[in-house]
Nanobody, 117 residues
Framework: VQLQASGGGLVQAGGSLRLSCAAS????????MGWFRQAPGKEREFVIA????????YYADFAKGRFTISRDNAKNTVYLQMNSLKPEDTAVYSC???????????WGQGTQVTVSS
């Protein structure tokens, strides 16, 4: 599985961004899809994930109420909608996939999200 993330950029605090992660391969619909992020000088951390069917989602505490994950299995794409962004959300966001928890078998390149105050 190859993953290609896009949609990062510079946004003001309180703004929104939508990240996309396009996957290749016929087994996309069978994988848990997740987003992770890594801020400068910090370890990579889990953000959010979605089950293969899309029926279940999993959130880090900081993402609850602000971030939403969705997937379109017909398009082999997973989306991360980020609202009410804060400067502390600044990080490189990477999508990942896997057949079981944690979804880290396959990784895409990261996309930079910068939130200005």
């Amino acid at each position: 599985v190859q993953l290609q993330a896009s949609g990062g950029g510079l946004v003001q605090a309180g703004g929104s961004l939508r990240l996309s992660c396009a996957a290749s391969g016929r087994t996309f619909s069978g994988y848990i899809m997740g987003w992770f992020r890594q801020a400068p000088g910090k370890e990579r951390e889990f953000v959010i994930a979605i089950s293969p069917s899309g029926d279940n989602t999993y959130y880090a505490d900081f993402a609850k109420g602000r971030f939403t994950i969705s997937r379109d299995n017909a398009k082999n794409t997973v989306y991360l909608q980020m609202n009410s962004l804060k400067p502390e959300d600044t990080a490189v966001y990477s999508c990942a996939a896997g057949p079981r928890w944690p979804p880290q078998a396959y990784w895409g390149q990261g996309t930079q999200v910068t939130v200005s105050s």
